[in-house]
């Protein structure tokens, strides 16, 4: 086995484990703190959250983008990863005031370009 592919393959073999330890951090820090964010902007973020409710029990996940075809307005995608109930997932875009930052009252349910 050449030397490079024989080193390539540990590369990849630590990196692998890394990201298998950092599992059990990352459980604990949801069950602890119920909710984990990445990015600290408003309109740009990723966050995972707990839902522990009667009937409900799992982890969402959403991710604020801004979405370009359309100035002053972000896209919001929720996903239910549920081990009890039953999820539905959704997709939607809100936009805001070019000049003083309000929220529209117009929420599309889908962002699609206006025609």
Known sequence: MAV??????YFVF???WLLLMI????????A???QIQFGDNEQDHLRIFLIQEKTDEGIGVEQIRPYPPLPNCIQTNVNYFMWKG???NS??????H????ALLSTTMTACTPFP
């Open 91 to 96: 997709t939607f875009c809100q936009c805001y």
């Open 4 to 9: 490079w592919l024989r080193r390539l393959l």
């Open 23 to 30: 599992v059990p951090f990352l459980a604990f820090r949801l």
């Open 98 to 101: 070019p000049e003083t930052d």
């Open 86 to 88: 039953e999820p539905e």
């Open 14 to 16: 630590i990196l692998v």
């Open 32 to 34: 602890s703190q119920q």
